[in-house]
């Protein structure tokens, strides 16, 4: 489906290459597509919190959804400088539901006695940076007050997050990282700290926390990473927080206040 939005899956250590010969599998997909100023004609979910939940949005309701591009140099791969991306025209479909009267009836009465609550699972993206030269690297106070249900980390080269042309902003490295834990004071949300040797092929911990923290072992919901892959270009990190691991769960976890900190340690210093 994501295809149609123009995701094409990178091939694992390729992720910057390009070219019509590239061995980025997916970067030929996307290239071919657009080639020579194309005009593409595209469509894809909007990935937002308000459109990621299963309810109804009750009549009445001012949405007000405002979109902000990202830089060109963000957004495309090339080796020719000063290209960008024009947007011809964009459309925003949305599906309206007519509700039979007599359950309209009842939300009335029901909303005389108490608000009506949409439950949301907010996605917060933080960026921290980490100095060149380091090898062990303290984050503290990565989220204070209301504490998240389940972390995902990577990694990303410094000026491909910023926007570069040369470099695929979603590639995420490992830099040879050997440890990371993370805490809420004394408290150890991780019983055993990930030790990952990605020099040794030895991350098999790392790896399979993609599966269980997000919800995706033993189901139908599969992750499209393979082991081999994960260490070249995959390699995100993910720690559930809840203490029955059911963020994916129809029940809501009650939320909980605190101080999160993070510990990282690599192999050899960071560049």
């Known amino acids: 489906m994501l295809s149609s939005a123009l995701f094409f899956k990178d091939t694992a250590g390729e992720f910057n290459t390009m070219g019509g010969d590239s061995a980025n599998l997916g970067f030929r997909q996307r290239q071919k597509l657009s080639a020579e100023s194309k005009a593409l004609d595209l469509i894809g979910p909007l990935h937002m919190d308000i459109a990621s ?4 949005i009750p009549n009445g309701v001012d949405v007000r959804i405002r979109l902000l591009r990202n830089k060109s140099d963000f957004a495309l791969m090339s080796s020719v400088p000063d290209c960008k991306i024009i947007i011809e025209s964009a459309s925003l479909f949305i599906r309206k539901v007519n509700v039979a009267p007599s359950i309209l ?9 108490g608000s009506m609550k949409l439950p949301i699972r907010r996605v917060d993206v933080r960026t921290f940076s980490l100095a ?4 062990s690297v303290t984050i ?4 204070i007050g209301s504490l998240p249900s389940r972390l995902i980390l990577g990694f990303v080269a410094n000026d491909a997050l910023n926007g570069n042309l040369a470099k695929n902003p979603f590639n995420f490295s490992h830099y040879t990282l050997s440890y990371l834990s993370v805490s809420d004071g004394n408290r150890m949300y991780l019983a055993k ?4 040797d990605f020099g040794s092929n030895s991350y098999a911990r790392s790896y399979l ?9 033993h189901n139908f919901q599969n992750i499209n990473i393979n082991y081999v892959e994960y260490k070249d270009g995959y390699a995100l990190h993910a720690i559930e927080l809840t203490p029955d691991f059911a963020s994916n769960e129809s029940h809501t976890s009650i939320i ?5 900190s993070i ?3 690599f192999n050899a210093a960071l560049t």
């Open 140 to 143: 503290p106070n990565a989220f």
């Open 256 to 260: 909980k206040n605190g101080n999160i």
């Open 209 to 217: 926390s993609l599966f269980t923290d997000l919800n995706r072992y």
């Open 193 to 196: 700290p990930y030790t990952p």
């Open 105 to 113: 009836i009842a939300q009335e009465k029901a909303l005389e006695h």
């Open 53 to 56: 939940q299963a309810r109804l």
């Open 132 to 135: 060149p030269g380091l090898q």
């Open 263 to 265: 510990e990282l340690k």
